[in-house]
């Protein structure tokens, strides 16, 4: 979905992309809920059988209904004429060959690595800082409001800014968030650090969603955005492993969150510099302004 929106959206390709990206908070605010209520009802097995009828007989016609429509904006270019740095259409094997990719991408998985290791810990967490888990529940619609609310936000400033001016600011709320659960033992901080969480995956969502066809264009996006993906679904797994061997080694997960923190930190320096180096314009350009590009 995020590949279509870049493809097919230029002048509003943050807003696009935000749009696209609704469906998983909608999602981590709605479907907990759901599935707990089916689960007391019907039973776990059951409620898999009909999650996955679902998906079969009723999502999967709607998307075959949904792609027999031409959805290419209306005044759009050709979706080939969206060049990336140096004017250019950048395949993978140049994308992996050219150093910034590699240097931005310490900062990008930070989001999937410390959000899951810290959702996958909170067993550990309420013990660790005498929570109640049913309280620590209350942080999840916390984290689904602002995730759509920043999603929407970053959206409209990657299309008016660039998203590339976004990157060192994205992962600051996150950083600040992480470190309250190791300063402090009111379950608040959990709350605080979950709405603060929100706001770092929703401007991650947005800024992944249109930095790739900003800098590498879209004639080989989808191959440069699964190269993306899977390093994060990589981080995704690695995250609750290495905090969990620092858990059995004696390292507790709130003891763990200022080198986290750090980590948000360090990294949103790094984007700074790499801005500074990379010279994009601030502002994604305008339909015209790819013609002209293209053209040249």
């Given at each position: 979905?995020?590949?279509?929106?870049?493809?097919?959206?230029?002048?509003?390709?943050?807003?696009?992309?935000?749009?696209?990206?609704?469906?998983?908070?909608?999602?981590?605010?709605?479907?907990?809920?759901?599935?707990?209520?089916?689960?007391?009802?019907?039973?776990?097995?059951?409620?898999?059988?009909?999650?996955?009828?679902?998906?079969?007989?009723f999502f999967l016609?709607?998307?075959?209904?949904?792609?027999?429509?031409?959805?290419?904006?209306?005044?759009?270019?050709?979706?080939?004429?969206?060049?990336?740095?140096?004017?250019?259409?950048?395949?993978?094997?140049?994308?992996?060959?050219?150093?910034?990719?590699?240097?931005?991408?310490?900062?990008?998985?930070?989001?999937?690595?410390i959000g899951t290791?810290?959702?996958?810990?909170?067993?550990?967490?309420?013990?660790?800082?005498?929570?109640?888990?049913?309280?620590?529940?209350?942080?999840?619609?916390?984290?689904?409001?602002?995730?759509?609310?920043?999603?929407?936000?970053?959206?409209?400033?990657?299309?008016?800014?660039?998203?590339?001016?976004?990157?060192?600011?994205?992962?600051?709320?996150?950083?600040?968030?992480?470190?309250?659960?190791?300063?402090?033992?009111?379950?608040?901080?959990?709350?605080?650090?979950?709405?603060?969480?929100?706001?770092?995956?929703?401007?991650?969502?947005?800024?992944?969603?249109t930095l790739w066809?900003?800098?590498?264009?879209?004639?080989?996006?989808?191959?440069?955005?699964?190269?993306?993906?899977?390093?994060?679904?990589?981080?995704?797994?690695?995250?609750?492993?290495?905090?969990?061997?620092?858990?059995?080694?004696?390292?507790?997960?709130?003891?763990?969150?200022?080198?986290?923190?750090?980590?948000?930190?360090?990294?949103?320096?790094?984007?700074?510099?790499?801005?500074?180096?990379?010279?994009?314009?601030?502002?994604?350009?305008?339909?015209?302004?790819?013609?002209?590009?293209?053209?040249?």
């Open positions: 979905a995020v590949v279509a929106m870049g493809r097919w959206f230029v002048a509003h390709r943050g807003q696009a992309v935000a749009v696209a990206g609704l469906g998983t908070a909608l999602g981590e605010a709605v479907l907990p809920s759901v599935v707990v209520f089916a689960i007391a009802w019907i039973g776990w097995r059951a409620t898999w059988g009909v999650a996955g009828a679902s998906l079969i007989l016609p709607i998307l075959f209904w949904l792609l027999t429509t031409d959805r290419q904006p209306r005044g759009s270019v050709e979706r080939d004429e969206t060049t990336g740095l140096d004017g250019r259409h950048w395949n993978r094997g140049a994308v992996l060959r050219h150093w910034l990719f590699w240097a931005l991408l310490p900062g990008l998985l930070a989001p999937p690595f290791s810290a959702f996958f810990h909170q067993v550990h967490i309420s013990e660790v800082q005498g929570w109640n888990l049913a309280v620590m529940a209350l942080g999840y619609p916390a984290y689904a409001f602002f995730a759509v609310a920043s999603t929407l936000l970053c959206g409209w400033l990657a299309d008016r800014f660039g998203p590339v001016l976004l990157l060192p600011v994205f992962l600051l709320p996150m950083g600040v968030g992480i470190t309250l659960i190791g300063l402090s033992d009111n379950v608040l901080s959990w709350h605080l650090m979950m709405a603060l969480m929100g706001v770092t995956q929703g401007g991650a969502a947005a800024v992944s969603g066809p900003h800098l590498y264009g879209t004639r080989h996006l989808g191959a440069v955005k699964a190269l993306a993906a899977a390093a994060m679904v990589f981080a995704t797994a690695l995250g609750p492993g290495i905090t969990g061997l620092a858990i059995d080694l004696g390292a507790l997960f709130p003891e763990q969150t200022i080198a986290l923190a750090l980590w948000c930190f360090v990294a949103s320096i790094g984007f700074l510099v790499i801005r500074t180096r990379i010279g994009v314009p601030g502002a994604v350009e305008t339909v015209a302004g790819s013609q002209v590009a293209s053209k040249r």
